[in-house]
């Protein structure tokens, strides 16, 4: 078995599925991956078993009954990663804004260059966003910056989905504690690992908008982020941040 566990949620990823998973494959570094999926009505998850008989004992699916949301897509596959025996825990999107080439990196970054969280970041290195709405690249961006302030991170991509975690990081988080689904759910994880002082590195990244599928990002998604990054910084001030 590998050390390392690529976790990919899906909803409605039929026509990335595959492609993304056949992609991963390739690499020297044998990555295994996890698809959780939401209950795709377009036959995603028909499409991964599919691939699992192409990989045998390398693909993995756990299907759920619904949308669930992203964080606790999320959430269910640390569980399910720290119940075996991987190290490194990398989150990733189906459909290639993520450049399955950058894998390496964030894994190595952890592996052997003593990062405990390795973030594939937009923003590290300028603003590194092809095809998105200058709109949403604006919202994105200062999203961030909002998030610096009020949590006094320093990180540039606080919202980033694309992220390597040592296994002792999920270990020291109460996961069953983590109260966000969206966007909210990505700073959370990086502000407790960062309050747990736990080292965080940021890895430029040039992230690509969606070529294929339709995109899950909804205003109720920035909504929870904003009001949940004060309450997460109440939260540490009052001690209650577990």
């Given at each position: 078995m ?6 990919i949620p899906?909803?409605?990823e ?12 390739k ?6 991956v ?5 209950n795709?009505p ?7 078993k599919?691939?699992?008989h ?8 756990e299907?759920?009954?619904?949308k ?6 999320y959430i269910?596959?640390f ?14 999107d189906?459909?290639?804004s993520?450049?399955?080439d950058?894998l390496?990196r ?8 003593a990062?405990d969280v390795a973030?594939g970041?937009r923003?590290?290195s ?11 690249v604006l919202?994105?961006?200062f ?10 991170m320093k990180?540039?991509?606080a919202?980033?989905g694309f992220?390597c975690y040592?296994?002792r990081v999920l ?7 983590i109260?966000f689904k ?7 994880m990086?502000?407790?690992a960062y ?39 109440a ?8």
């Amino acid at each position: 078995m590998s050390d390392v566990l690529v976790i990919i949620p899906t909803y409605n990823e039929i026509e990335n599925i595959s492609n993304i998973l056949e992609t991963v494959m390739k690499y020297p570094d044998n990555f295994d991956v996890l698809v959780i999926d939401d209950n795709s009505p377009d036959g995603t998850a028909e499409a991964v078993k599919v691939m699992m008989h192409q990989f045998p004992g390398r693909i993995f699916l756990e299907q759920r009954t619904g949308k669930l949301g992203l964080g606790t897509a999320y959430i269910h596959g640390f569980k399910w990663a720290l119940n075996r025996d991987y190290g490194y825990i990398i989150e990733m999107d189906a459909d290639f804004s993520h450049n399955p080439d950058d894998l390496t990196r964030l894994y190595h970054c952890c592996k052997d260059e003593a990062a405990d969280v390795a973030i594939g970041s937009r923003y590290i290195s300028g603003v590194n966003v092809v095809n998105w709405p200058m709109g949403r690249v604006l919202m994105s961006y200062f999203a961030s910056a909002y998030v610096r302030f009020i949590t006094r991170m320093k990180l540039r991509d606080a919202t980033a989905g694309f992220v390597c975690y040592r296994r002792r990081v999920l270990e020291a988080i109460d996961l069953d504690k983590i109260e966000f689904k969206g966007y909210a759910f990505q700073i959370e994880m990086k502000f407790k690992a960062y309050c747990k002082k736990f080292k965080v590195v940021e890895l430029p990244i040039i992230f690509i908008n969606r070529q294929l599928g339709t995109s899950k990002m909804n205003s109720s998604i920035f909504g929870e982020a904003m009001f949940g990054v004060i309450k997460l910084k109440a939260d540490q001030i009052l001690g209650r941040l577990k």
